[in-house]
C-alpha cells in the first residue's frame, strides 16, 4: 500500500557527487521519519542518513560533512545529497520511510523499503 520509488544512482569518479531521490506514494496519512541505509558486499545493512517529522537529522559518522538529507514534506519525497565521494561509499542506497496509513479510516503504521540503488565510486 506504500510504494518507493528512488532514483539518482549511478557510477561517479572519487570526488563527485551523486544526489539521490526517494519519493513515497499510497494512502499515507503521515510520515515520521525518512532516511537512507546502503548495504556493500560482504556488509550488513547500514543507517546513512535519517530525517524526522521535526526535520531533525543524524549521519553515519562516515558521511559526516559530505553527505546531506533533505525531505519535501508536500511531495512526500526524501533526498540525499552525497559530496566528495569515495570508493567506500560503493553500495546499494535503500530508502525506508516510516509512518501511518490510512485505511478505511483506521490509522495503522507502517515501515517501508525502497528497491535499492547501486552507487559505485570508481575511477
Known amino acids: 500500500q506504500v510504494q518507493l520509488v528512488e532514483s539518482g544512482g549511478g557510477l561517479v569518479q572519487p570526488g563527485g557527487s551523486l544526489r539521490l531521490s526517494c519519493a513515497a506514494s499510497g494512502s499515507i496519512s503521515s510520515i515520521s521519519a525518512m532516511g537512507w541505509y546502503r548495504q556493500a558486499p560482504g556488509k550488513q545493512r547500514e543507517l546513512v542518513a535519517r530525517?524526522?517529522?521535526?526535520?531533525?537529522?543524524n549521519y553515519a559518522n562516515s558521511v559526516k560533512g559530505r553527505f546531506t538529507i533533505s525531505r519535501d514534506n508536500a511531495k512526500k519525497t526524501v533526498y540525499l545529497q552525497m559530496n566528495s565521494l569515495k570508493p567506500e561509499d560503493t553500495a546499494v542506497y535503500y530508502c525506508?520511510?516510516?509512518?501511518?496509513?490510512?485505511?478505511?479510516?483506521?490509522?495503522?503504521?507502517?515501515?517501508?523499503w525502497g528497491q535499492g540503488t547501486q552507487v559505485t565510486v570508481s575511477s
Open positions: 525506508n520511510v516510516n509512518g501511518a496509513l490510512a485505511t478505511m479510516g483506521v490509522l495503522r503504521d507502517f515501515i517501508s
Open positions: 530525517i524526522i517529522s521535526g526535520g531533525s537529522t
